[in-house]
């Protein structure tokens, strides 16, 4: 392969889907740039963000953790800019380090900027992965869409999230652009934006606009946000109840269960799956965007 060449992979977790990039050495260079003409659906491969797979020890924002995750997941969201965890993403980069040959069925480690999260891939094709603690910083925040507003929950799942109970997912308007959020102080780094309405009983469905994405069909640490805050307006809180509280989420790219435990700890079910690979060659794609 020439420099310029890039092997790549293809996987999806309920259609949040992303470009894999295998990299053991931490020898590709991927600026913002070059991950945000990966994405592109039109002119690149097409994804909702990349999956930069880096040994730990290789990378400097994960040799910390080397110890304790031999892999690192390095996420991009599509517009190149850099996110803490990826909750869709992590479940899948297990799949493909199980494809690979580089992890067992079973339970595996893997280091992301938001810490080490144990994954677990079943026989089912189902993959787990314990999110850890959300943070509920309680900071009033107002969400709006044209001339609806909503007041949110704040949920930090190691990335951020504004979660708005609306009537109507269809309120949410076409998300073309970033829903506004008042006051800007609450989000310095940007938001990612939930709208949910209710199904039945411990049953949700919700709408995303992903930092750095845009509206996409699935997030898994939006699901995690939403069932954290819908615990708490249901009054069905673990560390009050004593007893783990699960939520069946449907976004439009397939269904997620989410559970949280009276120790705080959240986690998360889905399907994960690797559906093409190939050879890409940035300099063609430079080519084609000009
Ligand atoms: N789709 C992801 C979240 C990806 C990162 C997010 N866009 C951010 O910037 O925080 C998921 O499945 O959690």
Redesign the pocket.
Known sequence: MSTSQIAFLKGH?TE?DFVIVPDPDNAVDLPASVVARLCDRRAGIGG??LLHVVRSAAHPDARSMAGQAEWFMD?R?ADG?V????????RVFARYLRRAGLAEEGDLAVATRGGVKRVRLDGDGSVTVSMGRAQLPGSGVRVTVGERGWDARNVN?????AVAFVEDLAHAGDLLSAPSFTPASVYPD???VEFVVDRGPGHLAMR?H????GE?R???????AVAVAAARRDGTDPAVTGTPATYTVDLPGGTLVVTEFPDGGVEMTGPAVIVAEGVVDVDLLETVIG
């Open positions: 977790g949040n909702d963000g996420y969201n800019s996110a803490e965890m990826c909750g869709n993403g992590v799942m190691g990335n951020p999230h940007g938001v990612n995303v992903e930092r750095g994405s996409t699935s997030c898994g640490t939006g699901a995690c």
